[in-house]
């Protein structure tokens, strides 16, 4: 695979001031003399500097364009290899000419990211920097972009070392314990717990960043449910500031679910305001609640509203028994009205959610819930925090702190160093998975495959 010089148009399809043919590999040089013939008659190609000239098709014997040919010598480019930059009109018609006549030549149409694949592949980059080049291509918003932009130079690869290293040294002091038993300068078994409790929360930090890195990008979904008529639908629309669902005073309003945009310092959350959670008075009704119920499940957080100028129910119990599991609010909503719901009570039940009390109608403290929001599901970054942008990186930094929660149980039960060290032995090869030291087909396709062709 590494053997064939590859091709592809590297700016976006269609029409532009400007269009780039790139190609890399052993032949990109004299696959690109094919094609162009300098201005200057016998003018030698110079290296990384763009040379003025014609571009000619070898079959028809005949010129068709004028382009700059720029030649970047191996291995301090993108992708290691020899590659060449042919520039010229960006017109469809001609760059697609310049490819054809490329593979005539020798070369092979290249798939998607395979330009960045081999940059990975000949060891310039890691897979997290390969990632990062596609998120700043795709970045939606300055923030993002910039974030992948360091990524690229590295910074998140160099946490993600420097985590290893912290791995290596636990290892080594619990080695050490193991080969030495009667060593004086042993490490203790209290320092190995410290080293242990900084790493894991290093770690719990990286996992965290990941809800930042979801708002910055596709928005965290949190769903506003609860009982028919407690106020959803208000809420929604006094959150997103404009009038976008039905509001009535009858129960069962809503049926199909709405899904907006709200953006709150920096952040995009995606709100949903859906059927009510309650018994349906209406057969289209339980088609709504079937689909609330899916989508709160899937959602990244919960705004469970209940209407403090009814009686608590066991319906409001279910609910909140419900979404224990998930990041979520408890919203007393109507406090403008007379209360008949025993707050304390419910809260005593809902026991570690947090609560606020609102008024979606008159706006009563939609400030403080926007703020609850962003504290619950945007953490604080220290200054140099990374922040991870991809599920996959999520998954793996999961597995690893489970096996090192797993070892500091053992450790704490005070099991042997033989028995705890395995846990912390297996998150080596997990590490190697994240920055792609260690090769899957599988992480290989997923990744390139989103990217485009020319990149
Ligand atoms: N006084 C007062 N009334 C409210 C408040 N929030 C909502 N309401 C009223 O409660 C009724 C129901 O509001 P909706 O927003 O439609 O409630 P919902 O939960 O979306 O109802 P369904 O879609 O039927 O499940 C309307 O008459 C609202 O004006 C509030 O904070 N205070
Ligand atoms: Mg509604």
């Not at 532009?16 to 200057?40: D, H, M, N, Q, T």
Request: aromatic content about 6%; charged content about 30%; overall charge neutral.
């Amino acid at each position: 695979m590494l053997e064939d010089t590859i091709v592809a148009i590297s700016t976006p399809v269609g029409w532009g001031g400007l269009g780039v043919v790139r190609l890399s590999g052993k032949r990109s040089l004299p696959v690109a003399k094919k094609i162009f013939r300098p201005k200057k008659k016998g003018a030698k190609i110079p290296g990384r500097r763009p040379l003025l000239g014609n571009l000619f098709d070898f079959e028809q014997k005949e010129f068709f364009e004028e382009a700059f040919l720029t030649w970047h010598p191996q291995p301090h480019t993108y992708t290691r290899e020899d590659m060449v930059e042919i520039s010229c009109h960006g017109s469809p018609v001609i760059l697609e000419q310049v490819v054809r006549l490329a593979i005539k030549a020798g070369a092979r149409h290249a798939h998607p990211g395979e330009f960045t694949l081999r940059a990975y592949l000949n060891g310039r980059i890691d897979i997290l920097q390969a990632e990062a080049v596609n998120d700043l291509i795709r970045a939606v918003s300055y923030k993002q972009a910039k974030i992948s932009f360091h990524q690229l130079e590295g910074r998140l690869s160099g946490q993600i070392s420097s985590l290893r290293d912290q791995v290596l040294h636990l290892l080594s002091q619990i080695e050490a314990r193991i080969e030495f038993p009667e060593e004086r300068l042993r490490t203790s078994t209290e320092r190995t717990a410290r080293t242990l409790e900084n790493l894991i929360q290093s770690i719990i930090k990286l996992i965290d960043s990941y809800d930042l890195g979801k708002a910055l990008t596709e928005g965290i979904t949190l769903a506003i449910t609860g009982l028919a008529n407690v106020g959803k639908s208000t809420l929604f629309n006094s959150l997103l500031e404009k009038d976008r669902a039905i509001v009535t005073p009858h129960p069962g309003t809503t049926r199909d679910y709405l899904s907006e945009k709200m953006e709150f310092k920096d952040s995009v959350f995606t709100l949903i305001d859906m059927a009510g959670l309650g018994k349906p008075l209406h057969p289209v009704e339980k088609e709504g609640i079937k689909r609330g119920k899916r989508l709160a499940s899937q959602a990244d957080g919960i705004l469970l509203l209940l209407d403090i100028s009814r009686k608590e129910s066991s319906e409001d119990f279910r609910l909140i028994d419900m979404f224990k599991d998930k990041k979520t609010i408890l919203l007393f909503n109507k406090i403008d009205l007379p209360q008949k719901m025993n707050t304390e009570e419910v809260k005593n039940r809902a026991k570690s959610i947090s609560t606020l009390e609102i008024s979606a109608l008159k706006g009563t403290n939609l400030g403080k819930l926007k703020a609850t929001i962003h504290a619950l599901f945007i953490p604080d970054l220290e200054k140099d925090q990374d922040i991870i942008f991809h599920m996959r990186e999520k998954l793996i930094l999961e597995e690893i702190l489970a096996f090192l929660v797993e070892g500091q149980h053992l450790l704490e039960q005070g099991y042997s160093e033989e028995v705890y060290v395995e846990e912390f032995r297996k998150t080596i090869p997990l590490i190697g998975r994240l920055t792609g030291e260690i090769r899957s087909d599988d992480i290989i396709n997923d990744i390139f495959n989103r990217f485009c062709v020319g990149k």
